[in-house]
């Protein structure tokens, strides 16, 4: 059974950084695209970054410069790395394989001071 997990969220200030888990079970990373999106309250989620299984990345316009997607080699997790942090950041974060439409229960971000 295929399942992914997301971690790392929490609370943190303007300008802050968090890093984004996504760990799985039953599948391997390294051979599928992955996708993070988000949803913040009163509006639809939306694909915040990819990651490709030749390791190439796309970003949202909003985030380009801030937040990384990293795939360390011989680990099955991905990461979301996010600088800057910025209260329109605030949402919850999913990981998503889309080849395989599976999907984290998501990780809250809040960004306030």
């Known amino acids: 059974q295929v399942q992914l997990v997301e971690s790392g969220g929490g609370l943190v200030q303007p300008g802050g950084s968090l890093r984004l888990s996504c760990t799985a079970s039953g599948i391997g990373f390294s051979i599928n695209d992955v996708e993070w999106h988000r949803q913040a309250p009163g509006y639809q989620r939306e694909l915040v970054a990819e990651?490709?299984?030749?390791?190439?990345?796309s970003y949202l316009d909003s985030v380009k410069g801030r937040f990384s997607v990293l795939r360390p080699r011989g680990q099955n997790t991905i990461y979301l790395q996010m600088n800057n942090l910025k209260p329109e950041d605030t949402a919850v974060y999913y990981c998503?394989?889309?080849?395989?439409?599976?999907w984290g229960p998501g990780t809250q971000v809040t960004v306030s001071s």
């Open positions: 990651i490709g299984h030749d390791g190439r990345t």
């Open positions: 998503t394989i889309p080849y395989h439409g599976v």
